[in-house]
């Protein structure tokens, strides 16, 4: 499926944004409220992308590009009626080209019960890192992928004799 991935820009786009994650899961098990996902389309750290079809708003992305964790998919969100049409996928590979161009890793947290991201993900190559257990809700774990082209300094220490 053909998408158009650009900057979120404009208070419209982010409402929009703030209310799909409001309104619908992982986030409504994740207790995320309409305030608390506006501050995080906002940050200004953030680089945040609104994804299209057919010029209709179908999800978005936040990426994480600084940080120890630089690299980090913070958050993919398509709209439930769109789910299963191949969006997801291609975003996620659009995040993908955007961070390898500067960065040698992706990192991404899933939680346990988004089994289909899951599924995604690993479908699409990410392999676990870690786990957080009871990390952002009792009884759920947030699961750290990643997927790599190399290590953050691609030079090797010699051992000292």
């Known amino acids: 499926m053909a ?28 207790g995320r409220d309409h305030a608390t996902v506006l501050h995080l389309l906002r940050n200004p750290a953030k680089d945040v992308f609104l994804v299209r ?12 590009l600084n ?7 913070q958050t993919i ?11 997801g996928t291609a975003a996620l590979r659009w995040a993908e080209k ?11 947290c899933v939680s346990s019960f988004n089994r289909g991201a899951a599924r995604l993900y690993r479908r699409l190559g990410y392999a676990v890192v870690g786990r957080l257990p009871d990390y ?15 290590p953050l300094s691609p030079t090797r220490r010699r051992a000292k004799n």
């Open 3 to 30: 998408i158009e991935i650009t900057p979120m820009r404009g208070r419209a786009d982010c409402e929009w944004a703030a209310q799909l994650m409001a309104s619908s899961e992982p986030w409504l098990t994740l």
């Open 53 to 64: 079809t057919k010029s209709e708003r179908a999800g978005f992305l936040v990426l994480d």
């Open 67 to 73: 940080g120890p964790l630089g690299g980090y998919i």
């Open 77 to 87: 969100g398509i709209t439930p009626e769109k789910r299963g049409a191949g969006l």
């Open 98 to 108: 955007y961070i390898f161009a500067s960065q040698p890793n992706i990192l991404l």
């Open 136 to 150: 952002i809700v009792a009884g759920h774990d947030e699961i750290l992928l990643r997927k790599t082209r190399g």
